[in-house]
């Protein structure tokens, strides 16, 4: 969507904050033990406290509140009884919506002991991310978003999951413009509009370039198996440049 009114701009800024804190929530309840489907239910509590719905469910009939994807599973994993070990990597996605606006947003969280090249991982998923949003604006080119992160996925000796791209969001889960590359892409020619609502959200890799589907209609792995994070905000395109809609507390 494109963002037209004040009206529109803080509801997004409600089911923003909403999504974040429930980030949040879940990140911290992460221990050893529980099975992803307990910590599936401290998001439904957390969302639907907040009077938003729990989007996967509801769009899509995805048999969670939220996307829970462990080690091998790189996305779109479902909540059940696996259990969360030392050393696992969680990758929690949380979209949700409000009042008909969409926001959507997600992390990976190691789970202490972590090893140096996880915890470096983890970092340097964020700061890919970070070099994606720096490009968003109005105006600006969205080649712009994927050329960065791929210059610094080059540089710091990582790969990017290739089929699994940004994508439009506000009101609906994915809209227009979809399939907005995280890596570069010669054939993209799209401008940013002033008030254009966007994700960039990187898979950043130990070895994938791609995501392959597992033995539910869900769940996505990494090809070929290799640690990956992923890290997403929703995000409103400028003349200023990127407002961050997802950040905890604001």
Same mark, same amino acid.
């Given at each position: ?70 080690? +091998? ?7 059940? =009884? #696996? %259990? !969360?070990?030392?050393?696992? /990597? @969680? ?87 979809? +399939? ?7 054939? =993209? #020619? %799209? !401008?940013?509009?002033?008030? /254009? @609502? ?53």
């Amino acid at each position: 969507m494109t963002v037209s009114s004040d009206d529109d701009l803080a509801a997004l800024k409600r089911i923003g904050r909403i999504v974040a804190d429930a980030l949040e929530a879940m990140g911290r309840a992460i221990e050893p033990g529980m099975t992803t489907l307990e910590l599936d239910g401290i998001g439904r509590l957390f969302l639907e406290a907040a009077g938003a719905r729990p989007a996967p469910e509801a769009v899509y009939g995805f048999p969670g509140a939220t996307c829970i994807s462990v080690n +091998e599973e790189i996305a779109h994993g479902i909540p059940g =009884e #696996r %259990r !969360i070990g030392p050393g696992d /990597l @969680v990758n929690i996605d949380v979209s949700a919506e409000k009042h008909g606006y969409f926001a959507d947003t997600g992390a990976s969280f190691a789970v202490p002991p972590v090893t140096r090249a996880v915890e470096r991982l983890c970092k340097d998923g964020r700061r890919a991310m970070w070099s994606g949003l720096r490009q968003v604006g109005a105006g600006k080119p969205l080649a712009g978003i994927g050329q960065a992160v791929g210059s610094f996925a080059k540089k710091n000796g990582y790969t990017l999951v290739r089929n699994l791209a940004s994508h439009g969001v506000g009101r609906s889960l994915h809209e227009e413009p979809t +399939e907005i590359a995280t890596w570069p892409n010669a054939s =993209e #020619r %799209r !401008i940013m509009a002033d008030g /254009l @609502v966007l994700t960039v959200e990187p898979f950043l890799s130990l070895g994938a370039d791609f995501a392959e589907d597992g033995d539910d209609p869900w769940t996505l792995y990494s090809r070929p198996r290799a640690l990956t994070v992923q890290y997403e905000h929703t995000v409103v395109a400028t003349r200023n440049g990127p407002l961050i809609l997802t950040m905890p507390g604001q």
